[in-house]
């Protein structure tokens, strides 16, 4: 066989026929492989200026794998009219929209609180701390024997969390205080109640490591009970918030509408940070009466009603807002020493039956807590993941779908309202033209309207003598068709036509009969009082 042709220059195409170099096929086709980083998105030329979505747009090499990459916005474009929300948001020649925002600082401001003072026996103690020290002897409420015993014994029934804590912060005495009362105990001195308190009180073994695990074992009880809960919630809201189907068409309608502000000037995104959420409130129409999430939801009732109830879908975002997994995981930490505390005690009093209670309940939940915590950090980044976001506490991630849901609500419910006024303003119009159209109101002297034709109303011939209408054009019309709002009509037309004398008719007549009236014969006006 002919040898292969030789390479091609440096710079030059390969000859016809030649195989290609390697790693140099063809590209693959579309839709395979992975996303192309520089894609652009179409601009769409608006017919009207409209004003700028805020958003954070998030570009095509960002979505692999988030919700973004599973929405395509030209569907909402095709069966959307768009002409009704350019009008609405247009912005005339001269005049800009803007967004209003103001911001207000809370300041908080904390009052000191003044100790009562009291009176108390002689002490080696500094006089302040002595008064303090009686002060807050009162609130722990017990013996001085029954507070060491309770201590030495790990009894967390007697001593609170609370009288632990002040026993541990306020009454453990400086090592020149234990000094000072050991002389003068050894030296047979009257020695002060709070000086033989704070003796005793030094005097037992590990006292501060004891008091430590009193104050932090009905903490750490808390905590396992919340902790659990909490991380359970975190992960039941990111799975519904990743799983939702309507939620995904949602942020399709969104996405169209800001590439349609936006796409012109600023070229078209294929994602946008959860931050536009609060955007389309605050992003007006022209006149102020409406913004873009009236559109929003507006659009999404009338293409695809079955996405209204997205809200639906996405459970126990409420509780999930108020979960931090930074204090989470602070509060797991704490169990976790306060475990290991127990444990060090265990070791220097094996047989205490209360620290080996304690451990066995919050060994097993101290478990159990770690587990599920870190099941909802997973969840809870894969969410993020999701939507394109950075790091952030559910707190704050959450919070955003719950304020999309609230402000979504009553964009629907003030599009029924305006929806509902509408339809009354048209009923209310079709009913005047209706009665117009129904109602004879101009009748011409001989019987005739005014285009030449007999009206409905009007009696002409013998009939003039069968009703009270038969003194000319003046009388009342003659009604076709009662419908709702006739019936008004009907009044409006007596009070404007009925008695009203046609111009010019029997005015001899009447003025004659006027002046017949005072000479009537007595008789005759007897006879008829109301003729007085």
Not at 175 to 190: A, F, N
Request: hydrophobic share 35%; proline share 8%; charged share 25%.
């Amino acid at each position: 066989p002919p040898p292969p042709p030789p390479p091609p220059p440096p710079g030059m195409p390969p000859m016809m026929g030649a195989p290609p170099p390697p790693g140099g096929g063809p590209p693959p086709p579309p839709g395979m492989g992975t996303l192309n980083p520089g894609a652009q998105k179409r601009r769409i030329q608006t017919n009207a200026k409209l004003p700028m979505l805020n958003w954070v747009p998030v570009q095509h090499g960002q979505i692999e794998n988030t919700v973004f990459a599973q929405i395509d916005d030209e569907k909402v474009h095709e069966i959307v009219d768009f002409e009704q929300f350019e009008a609405a948001f247009r912005i005339e020649h001269g005049s800009g929209a803007g967004v209003e925002r103001a911001e207000s600082a809370k300041r908080r401001t904390t009052d000191a609180t003044t100790l009562v003072r009291s009176k108390g026996p002689i002490s080696v103690l500094e006089l302040n701390r002595a008064r303090n020290l009686g002060i807050a002897t009162r609130r722990i409420g017990l013996e001085v024997d029954e507070v060491v015993d309770a201590i030495a014994a790990m009894d967390a029934e007697t001593i609170s969390a609370e009288k632990a804590e002040l026993l541990r912060n306020e009454f453990m005495p400086t090592p020149e205080e234990v000094e000072l009362i050991t002389e003068r105990i050894d030296s047979g001195q009257k020695v002060a109640p709070l000086d033989k308190f704070l003796h005793r009180l030094a005097a037992v073994p590990r006292v501060k490591s004891k008091l430590t695990l009193l104050m932090n074992i009905d903490s750490a009880s808390d905590s396992l009970k919340t902790i659990v809960p909490s991380a359970d919630s975190v992960i039941v809201a990111a799975t519904s918030l990743m799983a939702s189907d309507k939620l995904r068409k949602l942020l399709e309608v969104v996405l169209a509408y800001g590439n349609y502000m936006n796409s012109n000037r600023r070229g078209g995104a294929w994602g946008f940070k959860l931050s536009v959420f609060d955007r389309l409130i605050d992003t007006k129409s022209a006149d102020k009466s409406t913004n873009l999430m009236h559109f929003v939801a507006k659009t999404v009732s009338e293409k695809m009603p079955d996405v209204a109830n997205f809200s639906e879908d996405l459970i126990d975002l409420k509780t999930a807002s108020t979960v931090s997994l930074q204090g989470l995981r602070q509060e797991l930490q704490q169990v976790q020493r306060t475990i290991a505390g127990i444990k060090q005690e265990l070791d220097s009093e094996p047989d205490n039956a209360r620290l080996q209670h304690m451990l066995e309940d919050l060994g097993p939940g101290a478990e159990a807590a770690e587990k599920t915590l870190e099941e909802a950090v997973v969840h809870f980044e894969n969410a993020l993941k999701y939507f394109c976001e950075t790091s952030s506490e559910p707190t704050t991630f959450f919070a955003v779908f719950t304020r999309l849901i609230k402000s979504y609500a009553t964009a629907e419910k003030e599009n029924t309202a305006r929806a509902r006024a509408e339809q009354h303003a048209l009923e209310r119009a079709q009913q005047k033209k209706t009665v117009r159209e129904v109602l004879v109101t101009d009748v011409a002297d001989d019987g005739t309207s005014p285009d030449g034709t007999e009206s409905a109303g009007a009696k002409t011939g013998d009939d003039a003598d069968d009703g009270p209408a038969a003194g000319g054009g003046g009388g009342l019309s003659r009604v076709v068709q009662v419908e709702d709002g006739t019936l008004d009509a009907l009044i409006t037309e007596m009070k404007t036509t009925a008695f009203r004398r046609p111009e010019g008719m029997n005015k001899r007549d009447t003025r004659r009969r006027m002046s017949m009236k005072g000479s009537r014969p007595p008789d005759y006006t007897a006879s008829r009082p109301w003729l007085k």
